[in-house]
């Protein structure tokens, strides 16, 4: 850990800015971004000309994937340099592909998901703190106890091996030198591996006790801001990402005003899955929703999820003309068509349904599987059939969660639940499924979600 903590300090030692913005959760109403690789020419191009060549947004969530997955250990700001290339091809080595230094289409989409599915594991928010107003990142499974008082907010483990603490106190005439030293003393005992001191914040590293910890400090005036995040040696493994992140995403004095809220109004796909009206969608698009309307035949009622899979079903009474499909088994494999009804801005306020082919790639042993390029907004829902024509699974739009400077486009990734997930789901839930028609686009539907 000390020397990958090392690194990120010598890249904030060349000059990161240290109110870094993080780029606030997107949500299943914003517009989501296809992932933007450039093909590199061979002669004419380097890894980084490539990358200089794609959207600031597209840079910076590489380099937050990246520092997920444990290839990347510098400041995610979205700009290039050697460490971010070097990363890129750790990742194509491990992955067993040809070290270029680009990422292409599915490499990219192996990347966002595989980040996508860690940031999961330990519950990565990006949180206002009331009492100050900080924006930061929190591992909220890791650390699921939150207590908080005047002089800031405390997040822990249930048996203390993780604490995060977020300070703040008055002082007359702060300097990060003179913070720096203060915080080296306090508490006593401090072993201090590694110190940068820039005039606007300052970063301590080392061990505290029998846990190693990671500090960083500012000012605004004489109020004084410290994150802390406190762990033991056995987890490293597990918080040695999440220190990269939470040290990008921290923003102690935020200048805007938080997050947008989600739209009064979302779309998504639903997918028919029998003649008495069970619909399959994306719990995303219909959590929350004060009315879930399928467009063409009414109002429906959420009767079940699956939060681990992100699938809600749906049931609308006494509708008719309803084509459920037929959820053969079929399985996702190099391309798989996404049939859906994109969103009404998407498509001139129609509401035909469409497809569209995406790349499947497999990740890991477990059948998760990332698709690229994402489709449309309102696509989220999808029924995905493969190569021969059989029901492979339902297709979700996830939000990116990005650590680092704001950004107004955050990418967007999309994953596939699988046909066996989806089938058991409905078992689970005593939905007859049998039987249907191999017509997805007969039998996809418009989700309607109304928010307050």
Known sequence: MRSMLAATLILVAAGVSAHAQMTAPTTAGSKPKAVATVPI????????????????AERLAIQSDLA?????????????????????????????????????????????ETARRRQDNVGWKIVTEAGTGARLGVPTKLV??????????????PTGTIQIQLARRKQANPTSAKLAEQEKK???????????VKPDFFVLSGMQG????????TFKGDEVRILTILYDQATEGTVEP????????????????GPPPRKTVEYGT???????????????????CLAITIGGFGSADQVADDKDHGLALLRIYGARGLKPLGLSNG?????????????????????AASSVKAAAAQIGGDGDVALSPPPALGFSGAAALDADGKFAGIALLKPALVAGPATATPAAQAVLVSADTVREFLKTNDVNASGGSADAKASVVRVICVRK
Do not use: C, H
């Open 144 to 157: 699921p106890q939150q207590s908080s008082d005047a002089n800031g907010a405390k997040w822990t483990s």
């Open 270 to 288: 639903g997918v028919v899955v029998s003649d008495d009206g069970a619909i399959v969608a994306d719990r995303e698009i219909t959590d929350g």
């Open 210 to 217: 029998l846990k190693k910890f990671y500090l960083r400090g």
């Open 41 to 56: 020419r061979p002669g004419l191009q380097t890894p980084a000309d490539t990358a200089n060549a794609m959207a600031q």
């Open 186 to 196: 306090e508490p006593a005992g401090r072993a201090i591996d590694y110190t940068v």
């Open 242 to 257: 999440v220190v990269i992140a939470m040290s990008s995403a921290f923003n102690p004095f935020p200048s805007g005003s």
């Open 331 to 351: 399985a996702a494999k190099s391309t798989v068509d996404l049939f859906g009804i994109a969103d009404p801005q998407n498509q001139g306020g129609g509401s």
């Open 68 to 112: 997920w997955v444990g290839q990347y250990n510098g400041a995610i700001t979205g700009d290039v340099s050697e460490r971010m290339v070097a990363a890129i091809k750790e990742f194509q080595k491990q992955r067993g592909g040809k070290q270029t230094g680009v990422l292409n289409p599915q490499e990219r989409s192996v990347l966002a």
